[in-house]
Each structure stands twice: as structure tokens, then as C-alpha cells.
């Protein structure tokens, strides 16, 4: 297809990334009746994204220290001697997508670099704790009993051993010691056994 004096052609992909971003990139092909006897053509890129992504960060001494996410989505609770150095800590909350047989009820990722010299922290001393505070709404079809924080792994979620629900204030908590991608999961399913009954 053509508009103006852009000609697209065949020349258009489409993607969408991890956290639920588009990226579209094309080339406009040559570009018709040039000011000089060249013909020249441009590549186009844009992105598009439902909403903008909620970011917050923190300078994390060696003394300990917390992230507060905005809207009071999560806290981030660094304990004294959990970096060596001060540390800046980032939070990014991402968007929604598919994780097989569990419901995503919120993902988020989580950075972290030296002050010092830009480097990044990947793991830390000691454990700090995530705090994920959630809504009914966001829980959707997920057994509130089933949510867990799950961080991952390649291809594979990992559940983190530590994981907590308050259900009554719908919180959940959990211990960890390194940066990546989490994810607030849970089930869908309950699983039924048969009763078996006996003849006296």
C-alpha cells in the first residue's frame, strides 16, 4: 500500500515484546519524484503500548533501605548489609500475558546498578522482602488460596518457596535475593479426588 510518498510494500513486521509492548519497523521504499536523480527510501519505527508503564526507583545504602512502587502496588524492604554499595533499585510493571494453566495477576521487573560506577546487581547478600498488593478485580479467575510469586526462569516460572497471601488485606509476600522478572500467579483449577465408598 502507498501514502504520500511513502510506499510500503511487503516491507512491514510486527512484534510484541515481554512486557506487552508493539514495535512495528518498515521501509518506506524509494521515495516517488526525488529532488535529484537518486531515488531513497527511509526505515520507520514506532511503538505503541496500551498505557505507560509504571516505574519507580530507589538509592539503596548498605545500610538497608525500601522501594515504594506508585498506587501502592508493591514495596521493596532491604535489610542492612544486603549491598555492599550504594545501589539503585528499579521497579517496572509490565504487562499481562499468557502463562499456561496460570492466571497472571500482575508482572513486574525488577533492576538494580551500582552508584558507583553503573555496573549491574544481579543478587544480593542477604535475602530483601516484596511486598504485592493486589485487587479482586486483578485476581480474576485465580484460587486466591493458589497465588504465589513466581520469577523467571527461561521459559519456566519458578515458584518462590517463601510466597505468603494475606487474603484478607490481599497481600502477598515473599523473600528473595536476586533482580528479574516476577510474576503474581496463581491457579485456576481445583483438583476433585473421587470418594471412594465401601460395602459393609
Given at each position: 500500500?502507498?501514502?504520500?510518498?511513502?510506499h510500503f510494500g511487503e516491507a512491514l513486521s510486527l512484534a510484541v515484546d515481554r512486557f506487552g509492548v508493539?514495535?512495528?519497523?518498515?521501509?518506506?521504499?524509494?521515495?516517488?519524484?526525488?529532488?535529484?536523480?537518486?531515488?531513497?527510501?527511509?526505515?520507520?519505527?514506532?511503538?505503541?503500548?496500551?498505557?505507560?508503564?509504571?516505574?519507580?526507583?530507589?538509592?539503596?545504602?548498605?545500610?538497608?533501605?525500601?522501594?515504594?512502587?506508585?498506587?501502592?502496588?508493591?514495596?521493596?524492604?532491604?535489610?542492612?548489609?544486603?549491598?555492599?554499595?550504594?545501589?539503585?533499585?528499579?521497579?517496572?510493571?509490565?504487562?499481562?500475558?499468557a502463562t499456561g494453566d496460570l492466571f497472571g495477576v500482575c508482572f513486574f521487573d525488577l533492576s538494580a546498578?551500582?552508584?558507583?560506577?553503573?555496573?549491574?546487581?544481579?543478587?544480593?547478600?542477604?535475602?530483601?522482602?516484596?511486598?504485592?498488593?493486589?485487587?479482586?478485580?486483578?485476581?480474576?479467575?485465580?484460587?486466591?488460596?493458589?497465588?504465589?510469586?513466581?520469577?523467571?526462569?527461561?521459559?519456566?516460572?519458578?515458584?518462590?518457596?517463601?510466597?505468603?497471601?494475606?487474603?484478607?488485606?490481599?497481600?502477598?509476600?515473599?523473600?528473595?535475593?536476586?533482580?528479574?522478572?516476577?510474576?503474581?500467579?496463581?491457579?485456576?483449577?481445583?483438583?476433585?479426588?473421587?470418594?471412594?465408598?465401601?460395602?459393609?
Amino acid at each position: 500500500m502507498s501514502t504520500g510518498l511513502l510506499h510500503f510494500g511487503e516491507a512491514l513486521s510486527l512484534a510484541v515484546d515481554r512486557f506487552g509492548v508493539r514495535h512495528a519497523v518498515w521501509d518506506s521504499g524509494p521515495v516517488y519524484e526525488p529532488p535529484d536523480e537518486y531515488e531513497r527510501g527511509e526505515i520507520w519505527y514506532t511503538s505503541l503500548t496500551g498505557h505507560l508503564p509504571v516505574i519507580a526507583s530507589a538509592v539503596i545504602p548498605p545500610e538497608g533501605g525500601s522501594l515504594d512502587a506508585p498506587g501502592n502496588r508493591a514495596q521493596l524492604d532491604f535489610p542492612s548489609g544486603a549491598v555492599d554499595q550504594t545501589t539503585v533499585v528499579t521497579y517496572t510493571e509490565t504487562s499481562s500475558w499468557a502463562t499456561g494453566d496460570l492466571f497472571g495477576v500482575c508482572f513486574f521487573d525488577l533492576s538494580a546498578e551500582r552508584v558507583s560506577d553503573g555496573a549491574p546487581v544481579t543478587s544480593f547478600s542477604l535475602s530483601y522482602t516484596i511486598t504485592v498488593n493486589y485487587t479482586d478485580a486483578e485476581k480474576g479467575a485465580a484460587i486466591e488460596s493458589t497465588l504465589g510469586l513466581y520469577w523467571q526462569d527461561g521459559a519456566n516460572w519458578v515458584l518462590v518457596p517463601t510466597s505468603s497471601v494475606d487474603a484478607a488485606n490481599n497481600r502477598l509476600t515473599a523473600t528473595a535475593d536476586h533482580m528479574t522478572l516476577f510474576a503474581v500467579l496463581g491457579e485456576t483449577r481445583r483438583v476433585y479426588l473421587p470418594i471412594v465408598m465401601r460395602n459393609q
